[in-house]
């Protein structure tokens, strides 16, 4: 899948949607939920497939949220672009743009994400690709917004797990960051995901769950009540490191094949 996204974002799906989509069913579910949405390509993509859905998006970065709001309304959308246009168009010194992305506001985060050379935050040196301007209705991310029955939140990931683990209609996604970088449901820095799944077996829940972690040991011990639907080999765009995902349920698939 062709980035869908205004930008590129650590963590983002779109080279495996397909892998997942294609290993799960969506009979009788009316609900899609991402506790950690990022830049939501799972969702997008299920929507490219079928039509009809609800779906319920969180993460802890604000601007994610932010960024949806100001997608929802013709006026805010165009303000932004006006915004970021113009202020691109000023930025011709390497001190501008670090002053802007130093700053704790929406544009100064979009401009870090947008405009970089390698990794977020290096300024582009001689690079005047980046004076281009922006249009956000040309991101498909736009029309998904736009187009479909969506709830965007910043809430602890823990609190829109809870609320859709009981419903048996809704198809919970958890894609949450590798063990050994950040295990929490990051509002709540006193919850670790994996040991709350642990204490709370997923198989015990009526809604449909998947999880896409990383293809280690500890995580086959940790879900080794579960079903393992598949596993693809990933690579890193930037560092070129190799790794491998397991798409986990809590559903016994028929016969052995995908649910």
């Keep these: 899948m062709k980035n869908h996204f205004y930008m590129s974002y650590a963590g983002n799906k779109r080279e495996e949607v397909k892998y997942i989509y294609d290993n799960i069913?969506?009979?009788?579910?009316?609900?899609?939920?991402?506790?950690?949405?990022g830049t939501c390509a799972i969702s997008y993509y299920i929507s490219t497939q079928k039509e009809g859905l609800k779906y319920i998006l969180n993460d802890n970065n604000k601007y994610l949220l932010e960024m949806f709001?100001?997608?929802?309304?013709?006026?805010?959308?165009?303000?932004?672009?006006?915004?970021?246009?113009?202020?691109?168009?000023?930025?011709?010194?390497?001190?501008?743009?670090?002053?802007?992305?130093?700053?704790?506001?929406?544009?100064?985060?979009?401009?870090?994400?947008k405009i970089y050379c390698i990794r977020p935050g290096?300024?582009?040196?001689?690079?005047?690709?980046?004076?281009?301007?922006?249009k956000l209705s040309d991101y498909p991310i736009y029309k998904f917004f736009k187009n479909n029955d969506i709830e965007f939140h910043n809430f602890d990931a823990s609190l829109i797990y809870d609320r859709y683990k009981i419903d048996d209609k809704a198809l919970i996604i958890l894609d949450p960051p590798y063990m050994q970088l950040c295990n929490d449901f990051y509002l709540n820095k006193t919850v670790n995901i994996y040991e709350y799944l642990y204490h709370n077996p997923i198989k015990k829940e009526k809604a449909k769950i998947i999880l896409i972690l990383e293809d280690i040991w500890l995580i086959k011990l940790l879900f080794n009540d579960n079903t393992i639907l598949k596993k693809y080999d990933k690579m890193y765009q930037t560092s070129k490191k190799k790794t491998s995902h397991i798409i986990i349920t809590n559903e016994i698939p028929p016969n052995g094949g995908i649910i």
């Design 69 to 113: 709001e100001i997608i929802k309304n013709d006026d805010k959308c165009l303000k932004f672009e006006t915004l970021f246009n113009e202020t691109v168009e000023q930025m011709d010194t390497k001190e501008k743009y670090n002053k802007l992305i130093k700053d704790k506001t929406l544009l100064g985060w979009f401009i870090c994400n």
């Design 122 to 134: 290096l300024y582009p040196n001689g690079n005047r690709n980046y004076k281009k301007t922006i």
């Design 25 to 37: 069913k969506l009979d009788n579910i009316k609900t899609i939920v991402e506790p950690f949405c």
